[in-house]
Nanobody, 120 residues
Framework: QVQLVESGGGLAQPGGSLRLSCAAS????????MAWYRQAPGKQRELVAH???????NYTNSVRGRFTISRDNAKNTVSLQMNSLKPEDTAVYYC??????????????WGQGTQVTVSS
């Protein structure tokens, strides 16, 4: 059974930093696109950052220049370094990945979410 497990959320002050990590576990052939999404209370889930297997990256405008997404293909992990945090970054952050497995072929998987709160 494939799982995505996130870690690294918590409380940060405005202007501070947090680093989120997401690890895929299970019997995995390969992983294509990986991404971070977030969902603030009362709002729809939105894409924050996206990275292809080859390393092509896209960010939503509100985080460009402050957040950095990276991945380690050998370890099946994706990370999100968040700097210069703002209160509006407060949300539950989810990782998503397109994973190829023996049992199910290519499928989309989501992590359970990790809370990020930016407040003084």
């Amino acid at each position: 059974q494939v799982q995505l497990v996130e870690s690294g959320g918590g409380l940060a002050q405005p202007g501070g930093s947090l680093r989120l990590s997401c690890a895929a576990s299970g019997i995995i052939f390969s992983i294509n696109d990986m991404a971070w999404y977030r969902q603030a209370p009362g709002k729809q889930r939105e894409l924050v950052a996206h990275i292809t297997r080859g390393g092509t990256i896209n960010y939503t405008n509100s985080v460009r220049g402050r957040f950095t997404i990276s991945r380690d293909n050998a370890k099946n992990t994706v990370s999100l370094q968040m700097n210069s945090l703002k209160p509006e970054d407060t949300a539950v952050y989810y990782c998503r990945a397109e994973i190829n497995t023996v049992s199910f072929g290519w499928r989309e998987y989501w992590g359970q979410g990790t809370q990020v709160t930016v407040s003084s």
